[in-house]
């Protein structure tokens, strides 16, 4: 039996660094089962050109990233989505738009790399910090038996997975 692809929003701020990151890594992990998109409150002029280092240092395709608002996927004809994950605190505190399909929620809350200063190598080992600490949290919820637990208990697990 197939389940369903579950569809799954990543939010931040600008989304042009911690949310590209969890975009690219779920849907290279969790291909078949999950289809990952990202988005921001107040969006970046661009995406930051450290994330697609780091993604593609990781392996994964760089094509077809682009900055979004997250209310592109509050309207009528948008993906319903079935989990939204916040990846900085500026996004967690703020009033979200309303997601069809009542998503589950958690605050996966990370510091923001594209903050670090210092020198090339020191950003580029923020990013690949960041977006290593996003893998494990990804493989854990792709870990979880989502067909066999309750939404009440999966609600919990991935609460649980963002202050780990």
Not at 47 to 61: C, E, H, M, Y
């Amino acid at each position: 039996m197939n389940e369903k692809i579950r569809n799954v929003l990543f939010i931040c701020t600008g989304n042009s660094a911690r949310s590209i990151l969890a975009e690219g890594l779920m849907n290279s992990l969790g291909a078949g089962r999950f289809k990952a998109w990202s988005a921001g409150s107040k969006p970046a002029g661009r995406v930051n050109p450290f994330a697609l280092q780091t993604l593609a240092s990781l392996g994964i395709t760089t094509d077809g990233y682009r900055i979004k608002n997250w209310d592109e996927f509050a309207q009528a004809g948008a993906p319903e989505i079935d989990f939204v994950f916040t990846v900085c605190d500026n996004a967690a505190g703020e009033t979200c738009p309303y997601w069809p399909g009542q998503p589950m929620t958690a605050h996966w809350g990370l510091p923001d790399p594209a903050a670090v200063e210092g020198s090339e190598a020191e950003k580029s080992r923020a990013f690949l910090d960041t977006a290593i600490a996003l893998k494990r949290r990804i493989e854990l919820m792709l870990a979880l038996p989502m067909s066999t637990l309750d939404k009440m208990a999966i609600q919990q697990q991935l609460k649980a997975i963002g202050n780990s």
